[in-house]
């Protein structure tokens, strides 16, 4: 028999769902998933827990982004995303939804592809220059996370915590005007 308490992290109660809280390598975490426009300004916003992956939540996001815009004035643009959203399904549904994209190849999917010789297609299209302006998703987080609020979760429902993310990104887009 063994001394001391039982185990604090298995059986963990299930968190509900309008907490967007999820279990990840640091504990209790939410993530902001976000597209940013090229003035590095937060556009759309879905939350969801810590755990949860990036790639799974591009489709909602661009549904959400497509519902916000008004009819007349959604205009074209170019997704520049990292490897996490290399998958061919995402370049699929983009392929679908004619948007244009800049995403980087991983290399377990080149090498899959060159071992299948002249079976395994041409590579996807590959702008370096494009893909240079990437860091602005990166500069948009950081402008968000210099609001204390946002960046330490103080709220505990979702539904208030993104209140403050959408309160933020609306001073930032007044700001650069």
Not at 70 to 95: E, M, V
Not at 128 to 137: A, E, G, I, L, P
Not at 150 to 155: E, M, V
């Amino acid at each position: 028999m063994t001394q001391g308490a039982p185990a604090n992290y298995t059986n963990l109660p299930v968190e509900p769902a309008d907490r967007a809280l999820g279990r990840s390598r640091g504990g209790l975490s939410t993530k902001i998933h976000a597209l940013t426009d090229d003035r590095t300004r937060p556009v759309t916003v879905i939350l969801t827990g810590g755990q949860a992956g990036d790639n799974p939540q591009l489709v909602p996001l661009l549904d959400l982004h497509r519902r916000q815009c008004p009819p007349g004035q959604a205009r074209r643009f170019r997704l520049l995303a990292d490897r996490a959203y290399s998958h061919p399904s995402t370049r699929q549904q983009l392929r679908h939804r004619r948007i244009a994209h800049t995403i980087p190849e991983r290399q377990d999917q080149k090498d899959r592809r060159k071992a299948k010789g002249s079976k395994g297609g041409r590579p996807p299209g590959f702008d370096k220059d494009s893909y240079m302006k990437r860091n602005t998703v990166e500069r948009g987080f950081l402008r968000l996370k210099q609001w204390r609020g946002i960046a330490s979760r103080f709220d505990k429902h979702a539904l208030t915590y993104l209140g403050g993310i959408i309160l933020a990104a609306t001073v930032i887009h007044v700001r650069t005007i």
